[in-house]
T-cell receptor, first 113, second 116 residues
Framework: DAGITQSPRHKVTETGTPVTLRCHQT?????MYWYRQDPGHGLRLIHY???????DKGEVSDGYSVSRSKTEDFLLTLESATSSQTSVYFC????????????FGQGTRLTVV | AQTVTQSQPEMSVQEAETVTLSCTYD???????LFWYKQPPSRQMILVIR??????QNATENRFSVNFQKAAKSFSLKISDSQLGDAAMYFC?????????????FGKGTRLSVIA
């Protein structure tokens, strides 16, 4: 299994508070992604990174920011959590070429009350 | 932008029978990858099968096979001899091969139930 660890695995937070989710990989893969999964919507891309300090927005990036200061870590921050951000968040990694599939972390269930 | 459509929100199959999950996609590109992922109740995303668009031969992995119709932009997953452990959400996904940093685009998923 690919070495991807998400933390925390579960979190309950209050509306308006900042929240940071962490993704840590031991595979030295260049690309890292944050997706959110909601019933009826599948997985939707929030942000992704194609290298240290190189990031780009996905289709549902409003209200989220990311940072990648080193290859192995990709942080997702909700600046001021809202109830609409209650979701399951997945981190994924992939190599540039070759196999091209994404490997996923275990997911983080975030509840904003 | 590419889109992936899974038209069957839910499917069911009898144990030991065969089931086919549908997936269509929209793209103007000629080089890309297609994937099926399985998500059991544990929530873990597991790669089931992968297809390169430049390969005409349909991919097969044990009881799982695909019917890849490039002209029709269709990529269905066939599960043979269904087992109780096949019960899960299945996601179809697309990734462009033109650039290394293109993320996967997912469909909304099909929930498969297996009836004993």
């Amino acid at each position: 299994d690919a070495g991807i660890t998400q933390s925390p695995r579960h979190k309950v937070t209050e509306t308006g508070t900042p929240v940071t989710l962490r993704c840590h990989q031991t595979e030295n893969h260049r690309y890292m992604y944050w997706y959110r999964q909601d019933p009826g919507h599948g997985l939707r891309l929030i942000h992704y990174s194609y290298g240290v300090k190189d990031t780009d927005k996905g289709e549902v990036s409003d209200g989220y920011s990311v940072s990648r200061s080193k290859t192995e870590d990709f942080l997702l921050t909700l600046e001021s959590a809202t109830s609409s951000q209650t979701s399951v968040y997945f981190c994924a990694i992939s190599e540039a070429r070759g196999r091209s599939e994404a490997f996923f972390g275990q997911g983080t269930r975030l509840t904003v009350v | 932008a590419q889109t992936v459509t899974q038209s069957q929100p839910e499917m069911s199959v009898q144990e030991a029978e065969t089931v086919t999950l549908s997936c269509t996609y929209d793209t103007s590109e000629s080089d890309y990858y297609l994937f099926w992922y399985k998500q059991p109740p544990s929530r873990q995303m597991i790669l089931v099968i992968r297809q390169e668009a430049y390969k005409q031969q349909n991919a097969t992995e044990n009881r799982f096979s695909v019917n890849f119709q490039k002209a029709a932009k269709s990529f269905s997953l066939k599960i043979s001899d269904s087992q109780l452990g096949d019960a899960a959400m299945y996601f179809c996904a697309y990734r462009s091969a033109l650039s290394g940093n293109t993320p996967l685009v997912f469909g909304k998923g099909t929930r498969l139930s297996v009836i004993a």
